[in-house]
């Protein structure tokens, strides 16, 4: 397929686990991808920045614009996250967070708006599960995913009209190398494999294709009509109950 052929990608995080996934699939159906992170990408046109500094965000949007020409594809996939509970954590990891997580994704939108607009592009971002429920330790992260969440909304209803779409995924357990490499260094990798699948009515985990798969789905002509929304992609993992 050449769905994207002649359009111009953005992809934060683009160097490894899903925002890798997504550059891959978005390059094989046409577009030309840059991807944004900490450090080189050997594989796509990079370039290096500190996500903890939303002030950078405009330089990105910028260089990708001054080198294609136009960008139609924004993905804001990078994201970090942090244990401790709420009295435990510093501000500075609370800021940090949130900087990485949800204001640096504002600021590329801000800044990626007139480009998108110019190009009827559209907005994918990466949230989480953890958006809508949480895990123990991660309130940073669920505050961070949720906001993203809400202005994913936000957005939709203020620039649909105006040609941008803008949707979220929101993915559950997915097997990246980091998840990967967890699991192969616990201290009973099978049996934990096993248990981590059975919370999922799909029977396993998921891979960065599938998330891909989706992402690219939103952000291509095919869902045209789709916008505002938050996409689960959890193998049923939130729509589960615990045991009576």
Not at 20 to 48: K, N
Request: aromatic share 6%.
């Amino acid at each position: 397929m050449t769905r994207f052929q002649e359009k111009v990608a953005l992809v934060t995080g683009g160097r490894s686990g899903i925002g890798s996934a997504i550059a891959q699939r978005l390059r094989s159906e046409g577009a030309r991808v840059f991807t944004a992170q900490r450090g080189e990408d050997q594989e796509f046109e990079a370039i290096s920045v500190d996500f903890t500094v939303p002030e950078k965000a405009a330089h990105i949007i910028d260089t990708v614009v001054e080198r294609a020409g136009r960008l139609d594809v924004l993905v804001n996939n990078a994201g970090i996250m942090q244990e401790a509970l709420v009295e435990e954590m510093s501000m500075a990891d609370w800021e940090r967070t949130i900087a990485v997580n949800l204001t640096t994704p504002f600021a590329l939108i801000k800044a990626a708006m007139p480009h998108l607009r110019a190009t009827a592009g559209t907005i994918v971002n990466v949230g989480s599960i953890e958006g809508l429920g949480s895990n123990p330790k991660h309130a940073a992260y669920c505050a961070s995913k949720a906001g993203l969440h809400g202005l994913t909304r936000a957005v939709a209803i203020d620039h649909s009209g105006e040609g941008v779409r803008c949707n979220a995924v929101a993915p559950g357990w997915i097997d990246t190398a980091l998840n990967v490499e967890f699991i192969k260094n616990l201290p009973d990798s099978k049996s934990y494999r096993e248990r981590i699948g059975t919370i999922h009515p799909v029977g396993r985990t998921g891979s960065p294709e599938e998330v891909a798969s989706l992402v690219v789905w939103l952000a291509s002509a095919e869902a045209s009509f789709v916008t505002g929304q938050v996409w689960t992609i959890d193998g049923g993992r939130m729509a589960k109950l615990s045991l009576p």
